[in-house]
């Protein structure tokens, strides 16, 4: 299991950016950042494999595709969200997990969008 520590987070107004950063404490094989919104269950935004450089097997939720990016860097065990194109559906707690399976999760960070 890894610890993973959550930055990045705000308030933004819709079309503005924002870029969220997760440091794991050790390496682990994927690493994602997954979402939920009030009154909705959790769901999936962008997941990677740490394997490759810059990670591999990128996943993208459709209702984010082509505003958000993920990206890896792998010497720190990091991994980032750059967000761009923000709309008010996108408000929700983001969360970091990691792990084969996601079983290691973050606090979460807020993003507001208004």
């Known amino acids: 299991h890894v610890q993973l520590v959550e930055s990045g987070g705000g308030s933004v107004q819709a079309g503005g950016s924002l870029r969220l950063a997760c440091a794991a404490s050790?390496?682990?094989?994927?690493m994602g950042w997954f979402r939920q919104a009030p009154g909705k269950e959790r769901e999936g935004v962008a997941t990677l494999y740490t394997s490759a450089t810059g990670g591999g097997r990128l996943y993208y939720a459709d209702s984010v595709k082509g505003r958000f990016t993920i990206s890896l860097d792998n010497a720190k065990n990091t991994v980032y969200l750059e967000m761009n194109s923000l709309q008010s559906e996108d408000t929700a707690l983001y969360y970091c997990?990691?792990?084969?399976?996601?079983?290691?999760w973050g606090q979460g960070t807020q993003v507001t969008v208004s």
């Open positions: 050790g390496y682990t094989v994927c």
């Open positions: 997990a990691a792990d084969r399976w996601y079983n290691d």
